[in-house]
């Protein structure tokens, strides 16, 4: 009787497995850990794994062209959602839902015309806005930089959003807009990033936003390396106008390589939250280089989806996450608390009051 009940146990443990919801994503360029983007959509994923009890797949294509094929399988295989991340997707994902009207499909930033895909797109420009807004008040130099990625209409959403944001902090703000390139090869391309950066910091830019996939780590990298920027090496009509950090307790090697009439440089992060990425020796008691990041909420997204599919309430279309859906933000943490005061954050949750209400309308272009 025992060995009846082992065995009716494992068999219904295994019809369970067999029956558990399996989920594929397909990634965009820069990789599953990008660390941004496509790291927010995989975090979802491995989320809803541990608390849905889900299956999941991953596809990282060495090459766009293939990733029709990588969907592809997927759908022949059988599986319940196909999410593909990226507009660069919508193509590959269309078509293979179009051939399987019976499978369901997701789209991370853009919009599909067919029924069965569930277009997952954000207002990346209003957490953009409050970003720009933190960047304007904390400016040294009354100078601040957008390195964007792909130079196209969504990555001028962060851009337009970001540069309202700052000039509405402070309405003598100057923003310098630059992108990486013009083809997919921008998300992967760090170095041009980087040396985006360095021209920026010779224009007197103190703070970088960077919407650009993994080519951001290139940004960080540059902050990394110099910290600081020096009075005798502005440029000619750009002063330092105020010194918000200077109570900010700061490393040894910082002190050193950042001694005299200085001030400190910082990135702002995106998509996921980059702060940890600006504590450069490892101790968040001491200054961040991460200011704050802009939170796209990929990870919620996507996780919503897959709840939705595992509750027999999928539904195609176009789904747009914004601040009143949690959809994107701004980070404060551990690691940034002491650059952002108490008085800064009332500031900017009122200003996100304003559009969330629609007193404020923030321009997407």
Same mark, same amino acid.
């Given at each position: 009787?025992?060995?009846?009940?082992?065995?009716?146990?494992?068999?219904?443990?295994?019809?369970?497995?067999?029956?558990?919801?399996?989920?594929?994503?397909?990634?965009?360029?820069?990789?599953?850990?990008?660390? !941004?983007?496509?790291? #927010?959509?995989?975090?979802?994923?491995?989320?809803?794994?541990?608390?849905?009890?889900?299956?999941?797949?991953?596809?990282?294509?060495?090459?766009?062209?293939?990733?029709?094929?990588?969907?592809?399988?997927?759908?022949?295989?059988?599986?319940?959602?196909?999410?593909?991340?990226?507009?660069?997707?919508?193509?590959? +994902?269309?078509?293979?839902?179009?051939?399987?009207?019976?499978?369901?499909?997701?789209?991370?930033?853009?919009?599909?015309?067919?029924?069965?895909?569930?277009?997952?797109?954000?207002?990346?420009?209003?957490? #953009?806005?409050?970003?720009?807004?933190?960047?304007?008040?904390?400016?040294?130099?009354?100078?601040?930089?957008?390195?964007?990625?792909?130079?196209?209409?969504? %990555?001028?959403?962060?851009?337009?959003?970001?540069?309202?944001?700052?000039?509405?902090?402070?309405?003598? %703000?100057?923003?310098?807009?630059?992108?990486?390139?013009?083809?997919?090869?921008?998300?992967?391309?760090?170095?041009?990033?980087?040396?985006?950066?360095?021209?920026?910091?010779?224009?007197?830019?103190?703070?970088?936003?960077?919407?650009?996939?993994? !080519?951001?780590?290139?940004?960080?990298?540059?902050?990394?390396?110099?910290?600081?920027?020096?009075? #005798?090496?502005?440029?000619?009509?750009?002063?330092?106008?105020?010194?918000?950090?200077?109570?900010?307790?700061?490393?040894?090697?910082?002190?050193?390589?950042?001694?005299?009439?200085?001030?400190?440089?910082?990135?702002?992060?995106?998509? #996921?939250?980059?702060?940890?990425?600006?504590?450069?020796?490892?101790?968040?008691?001491?200054?961040?280089?991460?200011?704050?990041?802009?939170?796209?909420?990929?990870?919620?997204?996507?996780?919503?989806? +897959?709840?939705?599919?595992?509750?027999?309430?999928?539904?195609?279309?176009?789904?747009?996450?914004?601040?009143?859906?949690?959809?994107?933000?701004?980070?404060?943490?551990?690691?940034?608390?002491?650059? +952002?005061? !108490?008085?800064?954050?009332?500031?900017?949750?009122?200003?996100?009051?304003?559009?969330? !209400?629609?007193?404020?309308?923030?321009?997407?272009?």
């Amino acid at each position: 009787m025992k060995k009846i009940l082992t065995l009716a146990l494992a068999m219904t443990a295994t019809a369970a497995s067999a029956q558990a919801l399996r989920v594929g994503l397909a990634y965009d360029a820069g990789g599953k850990f990008d660390k !941004s983007f496509n790291q #927010s959509a995989y975090e979802g994923s491995q989320r809803a794994k541990k608390n849905l009890g889900i299956e999941t797949k991953d596809f990282e294509p060495s090459d766009p062209s293939q990733t029709v094929q990588g969907i592809r399988q997927f759908a022949q295989d059988g599986f319940d959602l196909t999410v593909g991340v990226g507009f660069a997707n919508n193509a590959s +994902i269309s078509q293979v839902a179009k051939e399987n009207p019976d499978l369901y499909f997701g789209l991370v930033d853009d919009v599909s015309a067919e029924k069965n895909v569930a277009s997952l797109v954000f207002q990346e420009e209003q957490g #953009s806005y409050l970003v720009g807004y933190l960047a304007g008040m904390n400016s040294s130099t009354g100078v601040v930089g957008f390195v964007g990625g792909m130079d196209i209409p969504l %990555i001028h959403k962060f851009e337009a959003g970001f540069a309202a944001g700052a000039k509405a902090a402070n309405a003598k %703000i100057k923003v310098i807009a630059q992108y990486v390139g013009t083809t997919p090869d921008a998300w992967n391309n760090p170095s041009k990033a980087k040396e985006i950066a360095g021209s920026m910091r010779a224009k007197g830019a103190d703070i970088i936003f960077a919407a650009a996939g993994a !080519s951001g780590n290139g940004v960080i990298d540059y902050v990394k390396q110099t910290q600081c920027l020096k009075a #005798s090496g502005l440029p000619s009509g750009v002063k330092f106008n105020t010194n918000n950090f200077n109570k900010v307790a700061k490393s040894a090697a910082y002190q050193k390589a950042c001694a005299g009439n200085t001030r400190p440089m910082f990135f702002i992060g995106v998509d #996921s939250n980059q702060n940890y990425l600006g504590d450069f020796d490892k101790n968040p008691a001491t200054m961040n280089h991460g200011l704050t990041s802009m939170l796209k909420r990929v990870d919620n997204a996507v996780y919503a989806l +897959i709840q939705d599919v595992k509750s027999n309430k999928f539904k195609g279309g176009e789904r747009r996450f914004g601040l009143k859906d949690a959809g994107v933000g701004y980070a404060v943490d551990q690691y940034n608390k002491a650059l +952002i005061s !108490s008085a800064q954050v009332a500031k900017v949750e009122a200003v996100k009051a304003k559009i969330i !209400s629609g007193t404020i309308k923030v321009p997407t272009k």
